[in-house]
């Protein structure tokens, strides 16, 4: 199992991923608990186009090894793959898990939070962006995506104060002004709108 691992990776290693993909799945047949050996066959797979079978050994990765670095880097390439298939919410699902391991990875908020944008939860992707601040995280255009997201809902009081947030983060964003108005006109306050169009 190990010279399969090895060959595997130096296939992958060389650019030949379906020569590396036969010589892994064999090597997890062998050896179905030996750790990397999911997760390069899962890398193999992915970049064949395989994402279906690559979700699931990555997942299987993350069963067998321990370590935490793995599992994020595992979990972190789950994401990409739901991503991939514009399935917003298990992408975001497997950022949470990433978060649960190492909340320190603070640009993962910020994904988090686009991925919640996509799928329509802007409850969830403000929560994101609240937890991202004990971590460092802080994000003018982040606050700004969802901002605009919530005032094509016709969420006008809330897109205000999302756009208050992007400004506190970046006084300089003009489009955070321009939005902020945009939002406070709606609301029928129009000196306020004024002052920021200003």
Known sequence: PALLLMRGEVLLAV?????????????????????????????????????????????????????????????????????????????????????????????????????????????KAMDALDRGKAYGFDSAPHYYSLGARLYNSERFEDAAAVMGEALRVDPGMAE???????SLEKLGRREEAAAHLR
């Open 15 to 123: 650019g030949r991923p379906d020569d590396a993909v036969t010589v892994l799945q064999h090597g997890v047949e062998v050896d179905p608990e030996r750790p990397r050996m999911h997760f390069q066959f899962a890398t193999a797979l992915a970049s064949t186009g395989e994402s279906k079978r690559a979700l699931e050994q990555f997942a299987s990765e993350i069963k067998v090894n321990p370590d935490p670095t793995v599992q994020v880097l595992a979990h972190l390439n789950r994401s990409m793959l739901f991503q991939q298939d514009r399935k917003w919410l298990d992408g975001a699902g497997e950022l949470e898990a990433v978060l649960a391991l190492d909340a320190t990875r603070s640009e993962a908020f910020g994904d988090l939070a686009t991925l919640y944008i996509q799928a329509g939860e802007t409850g």
């Open 176 to 182: 955070a002004e321009r939005s902020l108005a945009a």
